[in-house]
């Protein structure tokens, strides 16, 4: 039993004090000052929160294919660690996951490692070359049951190509996301096109080549009644489209990473590339706007965007290193730190956020709540009072590249619970159940 927690639930609106008992994988009774039964184990969580499992939309686990940067097993425990319970891998591994092989093969290797259900994002063309439409009806009746479908970093630049992808996705109610890049519009940029970008020479990055690229799917979008996901959202005009898309009652989703709330674009002035990513940390109106749009409910979740790469790589002069940076284990604590304890964002609105928005833009199989009887104990426990400051060697991941290291954050994990089994206890990941 977990006992005097703050539970936080955001699928019944609840945030009170009571303990919430476990039986096996599932959860049995929630309430006020529950009465000890004989063989329950006790948790004291007095003065800590008891949330649903994060859940995280957009992550990289590198595997098949990149395990020099990261592996289900790492990434998983990197994800246990970060409180989540449930992750979505992009299709840009080797092979692309776009068959029902790799889908499954991912599935499979994230049940065997145990500490994070993996749920795996299809490729939306084959390759993601961006020619031919992948095999999606087939990902979605594989035992892998993909149900949304990304080219990840690469955008679908043909417009017939994405509407045939939006209308194939439909048909089984499934979710297209689409890197919002216009190639054109950002050949050879290195960071946001504004007066950063003037002051360092380095070319720039405009803001319209990711907002050209929303209207358009946006409208294709509407046209057809079909599902679109926005990924990363990271301008202020980007913000507007989606809401005035939601208000007209366009079926579009969207999320913000954890970097794009927290960082602008003044840090590119150290030429650390560990800032940089795709799409790049913009101005602090856009990160004011992103904030807003968090808390009003335009953008429904934060996603990491965990972009693992190793540090041969990564740590190169500035226009020759690859783009991403780890999210899965300062996510919640970025977001606390930066919104909920200023005021900005109310605790209910912030695990919303990370568990029951995710979990209602595809199925990420019972998780992000409730925190209810019958429910699958997928819960994560926090410390609100926890003052930590990131080291990018200490994570799980393997690799380094942090754009938080050094910083002073508040929260973090202490037990994370996948179906009732601790995947994070007293601030130590388990063991994978099946090792590489
Ligand atoms: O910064 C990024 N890194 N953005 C992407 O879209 C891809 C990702 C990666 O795979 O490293």
Known sequence: MLKGGRVVDPTRGHDDVADVRLDGERIVEVGPDLADQAGDEVVDCAGLWVLPGLVDLHT???????????????????????????????????PVCDTAAVAELVERRGRDVGLVDVRPVGAITVGLAGQRLAEMGELYDSHARVDFFSDD??????????RRALQYAARFDAVVANHSQDMDLTEDAQMNEGRMSAVLGLPGWPHEAEEVMIARDLLLAAGLGARLHVPHVSTAGSVELIRLAKQRGVRVTAEVTPHHLHLDDTV?????????????????????????????????????????????????????APCGMLGLETALAVVVTDLVEPGDLPLLDAVAAFTTRPAGVRDMGGHGGPIAPDAPANLVVVDPDARWTVDGRALHSRAHNTPFHGETLTSRPVHTLLRGRFTLRDGVVADPKVPA
């Open 153 to 162: 970093g690469i955008p679908v630049t043909d417009t017939l190509i994405m």
């Open 268 to 320: 590119v002035a150290t030429y650390d590339p560990v800032y940089k990513v795709n799409p790049p940390v913009r101005t602090r109106d856009d990160v004011l706007a992103l904030r807003a749009a968090l808390a009003d409910g335009t953008i429904d979740a934060v996603a990491t965007d965990h972009a693992p790469h190793p540090h041969e790589q990564k740590d190169q002069e500035w226009d020759h």
């Open 60 to 94: 990289h686990l590198r595997e098949p294919g990149f395990e020099d940067a990261e592996d289900i097993a790492t990434g998983s425990a990197a994800a246990a660690a970060g409180g989540y319970t449930a992750v979505a891998p992009m299709a840009n591994t080797l």
